[in-house]
Nanobody, 121 residues
């Protein structure tokens, strides 16, 4: 059974940085595509970043491009996000077993419960 557990959310300062973690189990991490999405209240789900098992390919959403870095550590996918702004306030969800279509990450069937990030001044 695939399980994804996000952590690292909370209150963050505008202009600051944070690192979110997605701990995985039940899948072969070294051959899994894994990504991050987020959803703000009243907004559609938005792609943030993803990591492919193949050739360390990564992909980033337009709203975080240049401010985000996704990396792998054992069975955990990390998301580092800096220069935070109010638009980064959202629930961040980890997703696994998706597909890469060129630079686009198509989410798979596995989702975590999410972790809330709130950016304040």
């Amino acid at each position: 059974q695939v399980q994804l557990t996000e952590s690292g959310g909370g209150l963050a300062q505008i202009g600051g940085s944070l690192t979110l973690s997605c701990a995985t189990s039940g899948l072969v991490f070294s051959s899994a595509n894994i990504g991050w999405f987020r959803q703000a209240p009243g907004q559609a789900r938005e792609f943030v970043a993803a990591s492919s098992w193949f050739r360390d390919k990564t992909s980033y959403g337009d709203s975080v491009l240049g401010r985000a870095k996704v990396s792998r550590d054992t069975d955990t996918l990390l998301l580092y996000l800096d220069n935070l702004n109010f638009g980064d306030t959202a629930v961040y969800y980890c997703n696994a077993d998706g597909l890469f279509r060129n630079d686009e990450y198509i989410p798979g069937n596995y989702w975590g419960q999410g972790t809330q990030v709130t950016v304040s001044s």
